[in-house]
C-alpha cells in the first residue's frame, strides 16, 4: 500500500471516528453494567481470556463487541508493561526473541518464518496483521520482509503498546490503528497481503473473510492462524467449523491448510509459566490477573480431555 495514501486514509472522517470509538473518552460513556462485567466478569475459554457473555462474539450487537473490546483493552492494559508477563511468554515459548511479547499460543520462529513465506511480500509490498495485539508478530515479519506494515486492533491499549514497541524497534514503516476487524475503514485493494494469528474466532467468520477480501489486492495472500470447532457448544459461538469452506464462499482459493500438531504442547506450555508465576503476577498486576490464572487453572485440569476445538493454519489466495 501507498504510504500517502495510507497517511490519507489513517486522517479521514470514518478512520477519525473509529479511533474515537475506542478512546478512554469513549469507553466512559459506555453503561456502567457493560464496563462492571467487562472488568471482572471474565472466565476461562476455548483460547485466550474471553468475557464471559455467551453469545459475546457473535458479532451481531455493537454492544457485545464493545464488551470484548473493552475485555481485551484491560488485560492489555495490565500486561503491557508487565515485567512478569515477559517472563512468563519467555519460558513459554523460548525460541522468540526478548522484544515479542505474543498475547496467543501459536507464535514461534517456525510459524512466523511460514507465514513470512506464505505472504510472498518484500520491500515494496504492504501487509496487515489483523487483530495484532501488541504488535510483535508482525514487527518481526516486517523486519525479516522489508515490506510495510498496518496492524488492526479493536484494542487502543495494544495499538498503543505496538506503537510503542515499533518506534523502540525503529520501524518507520509500521502503522497501528484502532478499528474492528470486520470494518477496518482502510482503503479497499490497499494490501498485498494480510496475517492474522489467534483472533478471527472471535468474529463472525463470514464478516472478517469478507473485510480481508475487501482490503487485499486480486492476488493478495491471507495467512492465519485461527481454531476450529469440533463441538457445537463451544462459548465463543463465532468459532467456525471449517475456515476453509468460508474463504472459498468469499472469493478466496486455498492454497494451505493444516492443523498445527504442536498447539497443545504450546497452550500446556503458557499454562504451566501463568502457573509458575502466578504469585509474582498478582504481586504486579494484582486483580487483572484473576482471568489469566482461572483460564491456567481450568486448562490445565482438563490437559488431558478430549479436544473441542483444533488451531489451524491457513493460506489463502484472493482470486
Ligand atoms: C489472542 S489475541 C492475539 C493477538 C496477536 N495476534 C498476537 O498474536 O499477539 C486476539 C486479538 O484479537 C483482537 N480482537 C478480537 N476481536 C476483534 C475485533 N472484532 N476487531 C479487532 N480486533 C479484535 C483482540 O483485541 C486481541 O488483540
Redesign the pocket.
Known amino acids: 500500500m501507498r504510504l500517502a495514501r495510507l497517511r490519507q486514509c489513517l486522517q479521514s472522517p470514518k478512520t477519525i471516528r473509529l479511533l474515537k470509538r475506542s478512546s478512554p473518552a469513549h469507553r466512559s460513556k459506555i453503561s456502567p453494567r457493560s464496563a462492571r462485567s467487562s472488568g471482572t466478569d471474565l472466565r476461562a475459554s476455548e483460547n485466550?481470556w474471553i468475557p464471559r457473555t455467551a453469545n459475546l462474539f457473535s458479532g451481531e450487537s455493537t454492544r457485545a463487541?464493545d464488551e470484548?473490546r473493552l475485555a481485551?483493552d484491560s488485560m492489555y492494559s495490565a500486561i503491557a508493561g508487565s515485567r512478569v508477563y515477559r517472563q512468563i511468554t519467555h519460558r513459554a515459548f523460548p525460541d522468540l526473541p526478548e522484544w515479542l511479547i505474543?498475547?496467543?499460543v501459536?507464535?514461534s520462529l517456525v510459524l512466523l518464518e511460514r507465514i513470512a513465506q506464505s505472504l510472498n511480500i518484500g520491500p515494496a509490498s504492504s501487509f496487515m496483521d489483523l487483530?495484532?495485539?501488541?504488535g510483535?508478530?508482525g514487527l518481526w515479519i516486517c523486519e525479516r520482509t522489508g515490506a510495510s506494515l498496518v496492524g488492526?486492533?479493536?484494542?487502543a491499549a495494544?495499538i498503543s503498546a505496538a506503537t510503542t514497541l515499533a518506534r523502540h524497534r525503529g520501524i518507520a514503516r509500521a502503522t497501528f490503528v484502532s478499528a474492528?476487524?470486520?470494518d477496518t475503514g482502510l482503503p479497499e485493494k490497499s494490501f498485498d497481503g494480510l496475517m492474522?494469528?489467534?483472533?478471527i474466532q472471535?468474529?463472525d467468520a463470514r464478516s472478517v473473510a469478507t473485510e480481508i477480501a475487501r482490503v487485499l489486492r486480486p492476488g493478495g495472500i491471507a495467512a492465519l492462524t485461527t481454531m476450529e470447532a469440533l463441538v457445537d457448544d463451544l462459548p465463543v459461538a463465532t468459532v467456525a467449523k471449517d475456515y476453509r469452506a468460508v474463504f472459498k464462499t468469499t472469493g478466496f482459493s486455498i492454497c494451505d491448510y493444516e492443523q498445527l500438531a504442536d498447539s497443545a504442547e504450546k497452550d500446556n506450555a503458557l499454562f504451566e509459566s501463568i502457573d509458575l508465576y502466578r504469585d509474582a503476577l498478582v504481586k504486579e498486576i494484582g486483580e487483572a490477573a484473576s482471568p489469566m490464572l482461572e483460564e491456567a487453572d481450568e486448562r490445565l485440569k482438563r490437559a488431558k480431555a478430549p479436544p473441542r476445538a483444533r488451531k489451524i493454519f491457513l493460506v489463502a489466495q484472493l482470486q
Open positions: 485466550a463487541v470484548a481485551f505474543p498475547y496467543s501459536s507464535p487483530a495484532c495485539g501488541m510483535g508478530p488492526v486492533d479493536f484494542s495494544a474492528d476487524a470486520t492474522s494469528i489467534d483472533a472471535f468474529m
